[in-house]
């Protein structure tokens, strides 16, 4: 960004206006001896005056001591402040460091941001312009040191009034930590070390004081799984329990929580944060268990946690602006550049955009706006722009080192630009966003950067202190607890008092835009590479279309598809968060451990293998089971067994090779069909089994068996046959033989009784009598024998009951 060389408007404060040019011909003398590069003085010289503006010369590179600056406070003072300046002292050299002392040096004001920059770049080099000395040796405003040791360490703290620092005109002053000593082999004062940081100096409020929106996101990283138990509310399974340790007490988030509620923010919230905690703290949860047993149940100590965390959250947002961005925060750039080429990526940014606004309102009470879209460190292009609004958003957070200024322009413009379509690029400012960047577990590193981001925000204000600019702060995803810290304390040193005041996001995408600033995205060849190896892979997405097309086909045959369509879904989100980014091995664990998981669940409902089946005749039935091992019932389902062979084995009784029916089963059970075939013809025929959904998708495993077939013959038949002719020939024989010898015997006692009668009568008889045999009716005679077998029936035989196999 062009940027002018000198500040218009810049007034002296009336306090100093009759030492300005006494200041300015002070500041100028040891620029212009470090510039002339004037010798230092001997060691035996005459000491120098307590504010001298001359300056021990400095060697090149970074001197063999290190100075650090740890804390300053005031970190942007006014008239009656007084700045103390506390650190330490390290002797990196192999000599003992003598008669040394460390002060505080006040350098010139700096003309630009891009003089920031360079200034900030070189804080510890010697090189260069040092300013001049606050105090000097023997002054009360040094620190002394008999020796320093090498290796060895000293801390120090130095005080001073500003009206002892000779401030002149408002600006960002040059403020430096020199020690100055002596050493074995350089027994005259110089200067052995250096840290530069800012000082700056606001004596009155600007004409038009800059509005600063600054953006406090609470993202983290994917923490649910797409597994849930079996019970009543599916108790949520986490893959790990580092979400209760950034909210516990000293955690990332709760450091962000704490320190944020108090700030003038805008909150930007990922929902799945919101959704994992609320799980954690409603319904409990289970922890994955890392030797691959049964989930650990979570403790009740982190689901308190969890639920004081989302109590202090629902306080400190009341009457706030929220910023809700899509669920999970997806990857813009990777579906843009990855993702377009799989079908059915771009299908999930409006489901995640939904849900979070009811995440949002459900857990927070509040109505947040879900009209941003943020790409990973503002980067764009005109494809991630396309993707970014695909889902309804009307604003896209950029940053100024992708949409940068090409028009000369002095001064850095409003943020909000108009990029066409109706979508307003909001642009935050680069140096302002990776201001808190590195580690800043470090007093130094926090220090200085405060320091810097004081004096680049100062700047944009100096750059035109007349005209009101809306500017904004998009800090990294996920700060850390200390770089938290560090970020509110600089937002604490621009209080009401200073050059700037406080926005919101909202307010700031719709400030008017600046008819002079860049509006034209880049364009795809100039996003930056090292982003770009970050993305996910194409085939992270093909992954999730694998796993949504598995998804689709399972759920229409749920009775509750809810219960699975939700925890996959969401999981689906996780699979392409911004998160992942740089960690893609991480990635492809958690999108295989969703197909995975999903993959058994779908395995629960199947046929059960059969081995081959025995048909003896022409009929028969096949049993075929279906087991559901799930906790809900599966219906919509169509069981289908088809003959290879239709002609020698016909299954049902409707043309074709097979048979249908449908299937319902509840959870926990099983159901077996049974299908009637006829067979036609002898040997094994292979069968196929096979689920179908409603629309004629195959659904699960098939299974593959033999039907026998093993018909009684006509041989056979005839030796049967034959075999019951001659049992029954036997059975006539012997009743005729029977009755034959009964006769006999009947007839031999007849002829008895008549010789006896004879006797008496004469011929047997009595005249007019008639023999027995004679009359029609006459009795059957106990002699005869009765039937040995019953009366044959006419009626035909019943049909055999055949056992089902």
């Known amino acids: 960004m062009a940027e002018a060389a000198d500040f218009q408007g810049m007034t002296p404060s009336p306090a100093r206006r009759r030492f300005r040019r006494t200041a300015a011909l002070l500041a100028g003398a040891p620029l212009l001896a470090a510039l002339l590069q004037i010798p230092a003085a001997p060691a035996d010289a005459a000491p120098q005056a307590a504010r001298t503006p001359e300056a021990p010369s400095a060697p090149a590179g970074t001197g063999s001591v290190d100075v650090s600056v740890d804390s300053m406070s005031p970190s942007a003072p006014t008239d009656e402040d007084t700045v103390t300046v506390s650190g330490k002292v390290t002797n990196e050299g192999r000599q003992t460091v003598t008669d040394a002392h460390v002060g505080l040096r006040v350098g010139p004001t700096l003309n630009n941001r891009s003089s920031v920059d360079s200034a900030a770049k070189r804080s510890d080099s010697l090189q260069g312009a040092l300013g001049r000395e606050v105090g000097g040796k023997g002054g009360k405003y040094t620190a002394e040191f008999n020796k320093i040791a090498p290796g060895a360490t000293q801390n120090f703290q130095l005080s001073v009034p500003v009206e ?210 943020w790409p990973a460190d503002g980067a764009v292009d005109p494809s991630v722009v396309d993707v970014a609004t695909s889902a309804g958003a009307h604003s896209v957070i950029a940053r100024s080192d992708s949409l940068r200024e090409s028009r000369g322009l002095p001064y850095t413009p409003t943020a909000a630009r108009p990029i066409g379509g109706g979508t307003t690029a909001v642009v935050a400012d680069a140096r302002l966003s990776t201001a808190f960047q590195g580690d800043m577990t470090r007093a130094e590193n926090s220090t200085l950067a405060v320091q810097e981001f004081l004096a680049q925000s100062q700047m944009i204000t100096l750059q035109n202190p007349d005209k009101q600019r809306s500017i904004v702060v998009a800090p990294q995803r996920m700060p850390t607890a200390s770089q938290a810290q560090t970020m509110a304390q600089a937002l604490g040193a621009l209080d009401s008092e200073s050059w700037t005041e406080p926005d919101d996001l909202i307010s700031a995408a719709k400030a008017t835009p600046d008819p002079k600033a860049a509006t034209q995205v880049p364009g795809t060849g100039a996003y930056p590479a090292k982003l770009r190896r970050q993305e996910l892979p194409k085939a992270a997405f093909e992954s999730v279309r694998t796993t949504q097309e598995t998804l689709g086909r399972f759920k229409v045959i749920l009775s509750a598809p809810d219960r699975v369509v939700t925890p996959f879904g969401r999981a689906m989100d996780r699979e392409l968060s911004t998160s992942w980014r740089g960690h893609a091995h991480e990635a492809e664990t958690y999108r295989n451990s969703v197909q995975r998981y999903l993959t058994t669940l779908t395995g629960q409902v199947g046929l059960i293998e059969k081995t081959e089946a025995k048909l003896s005749g022409r009929s028969a039935t096949i049993p075929i089971t279906v087991q559901n091992n799930l906790v809900q019932g599966v219906e919509n389902l169509t069981l289908r067994l088809t003959s290879t062979k239709p002609t020698r084995l016909k299954i049902g009784e409707r043309p074709g090779a097979y048979e249908e029916q449908p299937i319902k089963v509840s959870g926990g059970h099983s159901q077996t069909v049974k299908f009637t075939t006829t067979a036609n013809a002898n040997g094994p025929v292979p069968v196929v089994g096979q689920l179908y959904t409603e629309d004629g998708t195959p659904y699960g495993k098939e299974i593959r068996f033999d039907v026998d077939v093993t018909e009684i013959t006509l041989t056979v038949m005839l030796v049967i046959a034959g075999g019951i002719l001659l049992l029954v020939l036997a059975g006539f024989r012997m009743y005729t033989q029977r009755k034959a010898a009964a006769r006999r015997a009947e007839e031999e006692e007849a002829e008895g009784e008549n010789d006896e009668d004879g006797g008496e009568n004469g011929d047997g008889q009595e005249e007019g009598d008639d023999s027995p045999e004679s009359g029609p009716s006459a009795p059957e005679q106990p002699s005869d024998p009765t039937a040995d077998t019953a009366p044959e029936s006419t009626d035909p035989s019943g049909t055999g009951e055949r056992v089902d196999r």
């Open 164 to 373: 002892e620092l000779d401030l002149s005109a408002d600006g960002v002053y040059q403020l430096g930590v020199s020690l100055t000593g002596r050493s074995a082999a350089q027994p005259y004062a110089q200067v052995l070390g250096v840290e530069r940081t800012f000082l700056p100096w606001q004596s009155e409020a600007p004409g038009e004081k800059t509005k600063v929106s600054f953006l406090w996101p609470l993202i983290s990283t994917s923490h649910l799984t797409a597994e849930t138990a079996s019970d009543e509310q599916q108790t949520p399974v986490f893959a790990d329990d580092k979400l209760a340790e950034e909210v516990a007490p000293g955690g990332r988030l709760e450091q962000m929580l704490s320190l944020g509620k108090d700030l003038p923010v805008t909150w930007v919230i990922d929902p799945d944060l919101l959704a994992s905690l609320d799980a954690m703290a409603t319904k409990g949860y289970s922890v994955e268990n890392p030797d691959g047993g049964n989930p650990i149940p979570g403790s009740a100590k982190n689901r308190a946690l969890a639920k004081q965390w989302l109590n202090e959250l629902q306080q400190a947002v009341k009457g706030k602006k929220i910023v809700a961005l899509p669920f999970a925060d997806p990857d813009l750039a990777s579906l843009a550049h990855q993702g377009k080429a799989v079908g059915g990526s771009l299908s999930h940014l409006q489901p995640a955009t939904d849900v979070a606004a009811q995440t949002v309102k459900s857990v927070l009470h509040v109505e947040p706006s879900t009209d941003f879209a």
